[in-house]
């Protein structure tokens, strides 16, 4: 998967009313509603006197458009650039840069940067189902992210460095979540939330893990610490696997991840996993699934003072 799996001479990537009927079509398979109180008596609204793409509910009388409702609200940039931003964060493995969108989008950096982080929003999920279930694996690993002192020439102090909790399920999805320290209190309320307690837990030697797992169907470990790695089946190498997708995308694209957007950032590396080429899912059709999951969603720029 890579930006050069886009095909660029796509009309909804150039053309301003193919990318809205995209859009359209995406957001409203079975015909336009309203976002204002969810009545399907609309009609579209035509003639030079109104732009492009405008609807008005014949109930409650509102105009809206196919961005209302999600996060390209109120955006002045182009909805064919839009939907190329989307397609080039999902077709990207390790994902794409906001100089990168700046440069290929035509748009300033400062535009880029917020955009993809409206993206992510829309790769957030919302209403998200447990993680495994009956005769299922989910392994649950942490690691670090994070700059390191030693490759910093004039740092002041080492940088701030945060832990990622993932749970992967062997085979399916995987969910992600920054947390303040790795202890049974701090895991427990994510991992029982975010994981069925009908599956079996594979985790490695953790002491955290140890009550926790009793909670699960069946919970399992290796011991890092004494070199054991595989025994069967109980590993935490797909995990492991995730995590590293994850930081050649961090320190080799991003290079530099504030924790107060990390959250986002997870979800981003979190949503092309599981909707992943092993699974069936392509670029296109990745794309097309985080264009529907920007619905219900806004992101408003809110600047540091």
Known sequence: MSVESVDFTNPIFTNEDKAREHLETLRWPDGPF???????????????????????????????TVTVGGVM??????????VLAFYLLNSSKKGISAHQLHRMLGITYKSAWFMAHRVR????????????????????DETVVGGKARNRAYAKKPPRKAIVLSLVERGGHVRSFKIAKVTAKTLRP????????????VTDEDKSYIRLGD???????????????VRGDV?????????????????????????????????EFDFRYSNRAKL??????????A???????????????
Request: proline share 5%; charged share 25%; net charge positive.
């Open 215 to 229: 909670e699960f169907a069946k919970h399992e470990s290796v011991n890092h610490r004494y070199a054991e790695y």
């Open 121 to 140: 929003e829309a790769m957030s999920p919302a209403n998200p189902s447990p993680l495994g279930g009956h005769g299922k694996t989910v392994e649950a």
């Open 73 to 82: 609200e109120r955006s002045h940039i182009p909805l064919r650039k839009w």
């Open 34 to 64: 309203c976002p204002h109180c969810g009545s399907v008596n609309v009609h579209r609204l035509e003639g030079k006197s109104h732009r492009p793409g405008l609807f008005q509910c014949n109930d409650c009388a509102q105009a809206f």
């Open 280 to 289: 069936g899912v392509n670029d296109g059709e990745r794309a097309a699934r």
């Open 190 to 201: 994510v991992i029982v939330q975010a994981a069925s307690r009908k599956s079996r837990l």
């Open 235 to 267: 590993y935490t190498n797909t995990a492991e696997n995730f995590f590293s997708i994850l930081k050649r995308g961090i320190y080799g694209v991003y290079h530099h991840v504030s924790e107060a957007h990390l959250q986002r950032y997870l979800a």
């Open 291 to 305: 264009i529907k999951g920007a619905e219900g969603k806004r992101l408003t720029y809110r600047p540091a003072h």
